[in-house]
Antibody, heavy 120, light 107 residues
Framework: QVQLKESGPGLVAPSQSLSITCTVSGFSLTSYGVHWVRQPPGKGLEWLGV???????NYNSALMSRLSISKDNSKSQVFLKMNSLQTDDTAMYYC??????????????WGQGTTLTVSS | DIQMTQTTSSLSASLGDRVTISCRAS??????LNWYQQKPDGTVKLLIY???RLHSGVPSRFSGSGSGTDYSLTISNLEQEDIATYFCQQGNTLPLTFGAGTKLELK
């Protein structure tokens, strides 16, 4: 079955960078795109970006200067890297699979999320 | 960016009720509207995509409708397991954007 699982550092100091890994199973990254979405505590969802099956990316312009998404198809892993972290980057970070139908831009399966706290 | 507005932040209902949750886009999104359910433990699931298409495995008591800028999610016979927060998301234009969510609680 389709599964996505995020793993990350949990706690990062302000101004530092982070890397979160999304490990997928039940499908191939050469066939599906994977998105990143975050949710600050008690708030709504924010789309961060996507890496498509072919390797191209799109980012939320509000964060683009600090974000990088990459992947290793052979390891079934997608990576989110963000630099210059601030306290308002504290959030639950989710990876989610792009639904592959003729309809674009929706997420048919989500990971359980990984919590990131930015604090000194 | 397209703004998505869910004017009802919380909603109380009884088991067996018919519940409707609304979502409005700041511009026409041509039916590219999706609904998600988030449980208190953070688990997120797709319910409906492209306004009214039911995702695989989602109970038929969930349905979606709308057009242009106004959309809604209806739960026809509320069950205990439906207690959650519901988010709409537009898939018309990048950046993808979400509504703030509607928290469904038991009356």
């Amino acid at each position: 079955q389709v599964q996505l699982k995020e793993s990350g550092p949990g706690l990062v100091a302000p101004s530092q960078s982070l890397s979160i890994t999304c490990t997928v199973s039940g499908f191939s990254l050469t066939s599906y795109g994977v998105h990143w979405v975050r949710q600050p505590p008690g708030k709504g969802l924010e789309w961060l970006g996507v890496i498509w099956a072919g390797g191209s990316t799109n980012y939320n312009s509000a964060l683009m200067s600090r974000l990088s998404i990459s992947k290793d198809n052979s390891k079934s892993q997608v990576f989110l890297k963000m630099n210059s972290l601030q306290t308002d980057d504290t959030a639950m970070y989710y990876c989610a699979r792009e639904g592959r139908t003729t309809v674009p831009y929706y997420f048919d399966y989500w990971g359980q999320g990984t919590t990131l706290t930015v604090s000194s | 960016d397209i703004q998505m507005t869910q004017t009802t932040s919380s909603l109380s209902a009884s088991l067996g009720d018919r519940v409707t949750i609304s979502c409005r886009a700041s511009q026409d999104i041509s039916n590219y509207l999706n609904w998600y359910q988030q449980k208190p433990d953070g688990t997120v699931k797709l319910l409906i995509y492209y306004t009214s298409r039911l995702h695989s495995g989602v109970p038929s008591r969930f349905s979606g409708s709308g057009s242009g800028t106004d959309y809604s999610l209806t739960i026809s016979n509320l069950e205990q397991e439906d207690i959650a927060t519901y988010f709409c998301q537009q898939g018309n234009t990048l950046p993808l954007t979400f509504g703030a969510g509607t928290k469904l609680e038991l009356k």
